[in-house]
């Protein structure tokens, strides 16, 4: 069975501050992909960034970065200098592909709030 | 812009009533998903096709739920009788598999469905 576990459930900066969304992941499967969705006070769900298993690179887009490790099936999310329009509240989601429902299982989220 | 399309937004009925949730994947997509939002469960998945057949209703309440796909641009969830625990945001969302590669699911804006 898959499981997603986010375990901050709210977490409160102040702008240009660092912030790090924890991420761990349970999952049988050897090929499995991890993402980030976004969501924001209007509600919709978006994508930031998928991941396969196979590659342990860590990703950096503009203010975002992505550090993945296998070793601790952990999948975090930095926002360097956090800003007021990060305020949202963001998932962390697993899919595997061999076996069972290609299903997105989301974590609970982390709701981020971002102060002026 | 290509998006994900749902109606309505917003729904506001009495319980026994019939609804319908409607969306558009993506064009060329060949993966469409549904999943619940709710407070006290977050993101779940009801049901998601393939190629217009279903794949996994493992999440949906059999008895009053029902998923189908008229065609490859409509996609339709269908709550009857509605009851009031059924209230929560409906996504619907849409991805490309080709292969064993799944792309990432782009979601819709959800319809927020009120039961009273």
């Known amino acids: 069975a898959q499981k997603v576990t986010q375990a901050q459930t709210e977490i409160s900066v102040v702008e240009k501050e660092d912030v790090t969304l924890d991420c761990v992941y349970e999952t049988r499967d050897t090929t499995y992909y991890l993402f980030w969705y976004k969501q924001p006070p209007s509600g919709e769900l978006v994508f930031l960034i998928r991941r396969n298993s196979f590659d342990e690179q860590n990703e950096i887009s503009g203010r975002y970065s992505w550090n993945f490790q296998k070793s601790t099936s952990s999948f975090n999310f930095t926002i360097t200098a956090s800003q007021v329009v990060d305020s949202a509240v963001y998932f962390c989601a697993l899919s595997a592909t061999q076996g069972g429902s290609e299903k997105l299982v989301f974590g609970k989220g982390t709701k981020l709030t971002v102060n002026p | 812009d290509a998006r994900v399309t749902q109606t309505p937004r917003h729904k506001v009925t009495e319980m026994g009533q019939e609804v319908t949730m409607r969306c558009q994947p993506i064009?060329?997509?060949?993966?469409v998903f549904w999943y619940r939002q709710t407070m006290m469960q977050g993101l779940e998945l009801l049901a998601y096709f393939r190629n217009r057949a279903p794949l996994d209703d493992s999440g949906m309440p059999k008895d009053r739920f029902s998923a189908e796909m008229p065609d490859a641009t409509l996609a339709t969830l269908k709550i009857q009788p509605s009851e009031p625990r059924d209230s929560a945001v409906y996504f619907c969302a849409s991805g490309l598999r080709q292969g064993s590669l799944n792309t990432e699911a782009f979601f819709g804006q959800g319809t927020r469905l009120t039961v009273v």
């Open positions: 064009l060329g997509h060949n993966t």
